[in-house]
């Protein structure tokens, strides 16, 4: 069973005036022609005939177990799942105030009804609502209400034909046989439906003819026997609610006691929080002041890593250049030690052009002395050679081109 939650009619959670109130519309709606019927809002499906439908799974369920008659549809009231021209009365009871498109529950109704099916549409007099419930709030379930005049031209704006009745809670003196033949009514419309708690609409395509005064008297209408019972119930869970009173005063007195060691617990542990969260404090400035020198740290060893890098790209260029050099030396040493043989062998061809040279220097010396007394003798020889020439018998033998030419 769905959990009453003080908005859906749940027959047994619900006291015997609410139900009755809800009741009595399926009651006034067997005054029309039944015909194929279909329910919006069916809720618990007390008062469906042949269709219902209900937005609420869990309602349906519990429908569906109660009333097995009848068919049970989840569907919205706002598009409903049926042909054109379907049914001859609908009924839509506290259904039309909980829709944001109540203006397409009319337009849907109308499309399914027959030419001259009914539908027959409640809602609360929002006037009267919200004085009922001014000490509660507006209905958080409600999504529009109405007033009179403008639940009136609601109707009109969709149906042509429209009537309209106000529905009351009213108080009556009950002549009741045990037996009863027939019944006889005595009763006055309302002059001013504008205050009435409900308001109740017949519409249709076609004439409506119906329009006649209705009241319902359910078997339990002893009203005044029901409000003294009420009263005595009322009473009872007073006195259980007194008893809970003590015992919850009783309760909040040891409360308060416990609240009390509990406070001054507290604020003992507030003043040792107090010296805990400045100690904290403490600790979070050296924390920020380590946080602080670890990132002038980390810096530091950031720029370190970077410089180490450089340094370990110079010792790899370095160690790569050292070992260019050592195949050059290694080549030069080669090279080093060839012209220290070539050396050594040159030195030895010296050594024996220096004893050569000086062999040589003492063969020239002797030439020298040879040439110096070739000079000598050739000097010796000029001298001769001027003396002849200056002979007066040579000079006679060249005037003659007689004699040897000097």
């Given at each position: 069973m769905p959990e009453f939650t003080g908005e859906r009619v749940i027959p047994g959670l619900v006291d015997s005036d609410l139900f009755n109130e809800h009741l009595a519309r399926y009651r006034f709606a067997g005054r029309f022609p039944q015909g194929r019927t279909l329910d919006l809002g069916c809720g618990a499906g007390y008062g469906t005939c042949d269709i219902g439908i209900d937005v609420s799974h869990e309602a349906l369920q519990d429908a569906r177990t109660g009333f097995p008659q009848a068919r049970f549809v989840q569907a919205s009231a706002e598009t409903l799942p049926f042909a054109d021209e379907t049914f001859d009365l609908i009924t839509a009871f506290e259904v039309i105030e909980h829709l944001d498109r109540w203006v397409d529950l009319l337009s849907e109704a109308n499309r399914v009804?027959?030419?001259?099916?009914?539908?027959?549409?409640?809602?609360?007099?929002?006037?009267?609502?919200?004085?009922?419930?001014?000490?509660?709030?507006?209905?958080?379930?409600?999504?529009?209400?109405?007033?009179?005049?403008?639940?009136?031209a609601a109707l009109y704006g969709a149906f042509p034909h429209v009537r309209i009745w106000a529905q009351n809670h009213s108080s009556a003196i009950v002549f009741a046989p045990l037996n009863p033949g027939t019944s006889a009514l005595e009763a006055q419309g309302d002059p001013q439906p504008e205050s009435a708690h409900f308001f109740l609409a017949a519409c249709s395509r076609g004439e409506i003819a119906y329009a006649d005064l209705y009241a319902w008297m359910p078997t339990s209408a002893n009203v005044l026997r029901e409000r003294e019972q009420h009263i005595a119930r009322l009473e009872g869970e007073l006195a259980q609610k007194d008893e809970w009173l003590a015992q919850m005063k009783a309760d909040h007195a040891k409360l308060h006691e416990a609240h009390e060691k509990a406070l001054a617990d507290v604020i003992a542990r507030s003043v040792w929080a107090e010296k805990a969260s400045q100690q904290v404090r403490e600790r979070d400035r050296t924390i920020l002041d380590l946080q602080d020198e670890a990132e002038e740290r980390l810096t530091w060893a950031r720029s370190l890593e970077a410089r180490t890098a450089e340094l370990e790209t110079s010792i790899a260029a370095a160690y790569s250049e050292i070992e260019r050099l050592g195949h050059e030396l290694h080549a030069r040493t080669a090279w080093a030690r060839s012209l220290e043989q070539q050396l050594e062998t040159r030195t030895q061809h010296v050594l024996i052009q220096k004893h050569e040279i000086e062999d040589n220097k003492a063969a020239i010396a002797h030439l020298l002395d040879e040439v110096a007394a070739a000079r000598k003798s050739i000097a010796a020889l000029e001298a001769e050679r001027t003396l002849v020439a200056q002979s007066k018998w040579i000079r006679l033998g060249q005037a003659l081109k007689l004699g040897p030419t000097l």
């Open positions: 009804l027959k030419p001259a099916g009914i539908l027959l549409v409640s809602t609360p007099n929002k006037s009267y609502y919200a004085e009922m419930r001014a000490k509660t709030g507006p209905n958080p379930f409600h999504r529009h209400e109405f007033d009179f005049a403008e639940f009136e």
